[in-house]
């Protein structure tokens, strides 16, 4: 094995002892969540441990947070839609309201059986995104459950698969670049068809002869600050995440996690930006 492949197994196996070792929230989908359209293609089951979103011809489905949250961990175990998922995407975000929102997003955007499923990400600062970067996975996202997760505080906003950091956006205020400070977000998750773009750039048409697709959740857990009325109450104590910065090992890691499996970064298409890459890209 190369050097490389050796630190990806290490980062690996330490996610993983992490995720074995992590308490277990059961019964709180009904508790946390609504299922806000869809028409019944959105369940919560099994005494509200597992949720399910579906998707047909006529719909798909999607569900929010009850609560609003400003700082903290969030994670979630989905399962993806398994099979022929070309044209489905799954989303998985955090977003507050108005027209200078910010947003934190996952994406999932299936594929023809076989072929990989791509992971979008972006973040909005008052309502401008353009911050688009797309990773391959190591697992068959469909096959089994995995965790992805968020983690926002005032130094950064990461990205995590597994526990794995993918990718960071760092707090540069100070260079003028807007960082999601004041306002709230509440979690959403939608299931819905975007044959028009989502694979190959929308080449691959849904097969609807597979419906309905379905994804799953399990084991959501936040551990953050949730805002009521605009005051938010944090965990007690002073919570791991909350003062969580990257030290540069960290940060080397992710770069080596980032070079075997990003497949886009809007920092590098230059086709994109001829008047030069947003501000942000210049700064490490
Ligand atoms: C689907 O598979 C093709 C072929 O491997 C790949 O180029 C593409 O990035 C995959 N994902 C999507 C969402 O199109």
Redesign the pocket.
């Known amino acids: 094995m190369d050097r490389h492949s050796t630190l990806i197994l290490s980062i690996l196996l330490n996610a993983l002892t992490t995720t074995f070792f992590s308490p277990v929230y059961a019964g709180t989908f009904d508790r946390e969540f609504d299922i806000t359209w869809g028409g019944g293609r959105g369940k919560v089951l099994n005494n509200g441990e597992l949720l399910t979103l579906s998707l047909d011809r006529a719909s798909g489905s999607g569900f929010q947070s009850k609560k609003e949250y400003l700082f903290g961990k969030i994670d979630m175990q989905i399962k993806l839609v398994p099979g022929n998922s070309?044209g489905t995407v799954t989303t998985y975000y955090l977003k507050s309201k108005g027209d200078t929102w910010d947003e934190i997003d996952f994406e999932f955007?299936?594929?023809?059986t076989g072929?990989?499923?791509?992971m979008h990400t972006n973040v909005y600062t008052q309502g401008k995104g353009d911050r688009e970067q797309q990773f391959?996975l190591w697992f068959d996202p469909t096959a089994d459950f995995h965790t992805y997760s968020v983690l926002w505080n005032h130094h950064h906003i990461v990205f995590l698969v597994d526990g794995i950091p993918i990718r960071q956006f760092k707090n540069l205020e100070h260079r003028r670049i807007p960082y999601p400070i004041m306002q709230p977000m509440r979690l959403y998750s939608s299931l819905w068809n975007a044959d028009q773009w989502?694979?190959?750039?929308g080449l691959?048409k849904t097969d609807w002869s597979k419906a309905p697709f379905t994804a799953s959740y399990r084991n959501f857990r936040a551990d953050a600050c949730v805002s009521y009325t605009g005051k938010p109450s944090c965990p007690a104590g002073s919570p791991r995440w909350l003062s969580h910065r990257f030290d540069l090992t960290a940060e080397n890691n992710m770069r080596v996690v980032q070079r075997k499996f990003m497949?886009y970064n809007y920092c590098t298409d230059s086709k994109r930006f001829p008047q030069g890459f947003p501000k942000e890209c210049g700064i490490h």
């Open positions: 070309a955007l299936g594929n023809l072929d990989p499923y791509v391959h989502a694979t190959r750039g691959v497949v």
